[in-house]
Nanobody
Framework: QVHVVESGGGLVQAGGSLRLSCAASGRTFRSYAMGWFRQAPGKERKFVAA????????SYADFVKGRFTISRDNAENTVYLQMNDLKPEDTAVYYC?????????????????WGQGTQVTVSS
């Protein structure tokens, strides 16, 4: 069993920044692909960003390219999502997920383990 726990959400004004953290445990962290998804009220959960096992491969949704950066620290079993230039439409619950079957994954059905989510609210 893999446990994934997000932190770092909060309330921020438009144009501000937040850094989300995701701590994973239970299996060898460096063998997971990790991803971030978000879900706004009444909307489907959407892919935000993903990072491969070694951190050398990343993928981003078009709506965050140039503003968000995903990274990982395998020594700390943690993946990060640095979010800059936040917009009110970025308001959502952000979820971290782990997939140990693929080098990288961008579809939510590909992920095996999910955290409980952390709320990000961006005020205008």
């Amino acid at each position: 069993q893999v446990h994934v726990v997000e932190s770092g959400g909060g309330l921020v004004q438009a144009g501000g920044s937040l850094r989300l953290s995701c701590a994973a445990s239970g299996r060898t962290f460096r063998s997971y692909a990790m991803g971030w998804f978000r879900q706004a009220p009444g909307k489907e959960r959407k892919f935000v960003a993903a990072i491969g096992w070694s951190g050398g491969i990343t993928s981003y949704a078009d709506f965050v390219k140039g503003r968000f950066t995903i990274s990982r620290d395998n020594a700390e079993n943690t993946v990060y999502l640095q979010m800059n230039d936040l917009k009110p439409e970025d308001t959502a619950v952000y979820y971290c997920a782990a997939d140990y079957r693929r080098p990288i994954a961008t579809m939510k059905d590909e992920y095996d383990y999910w955290g409980q989510g952390t709320q990000v609210t961006v005020s205008s």
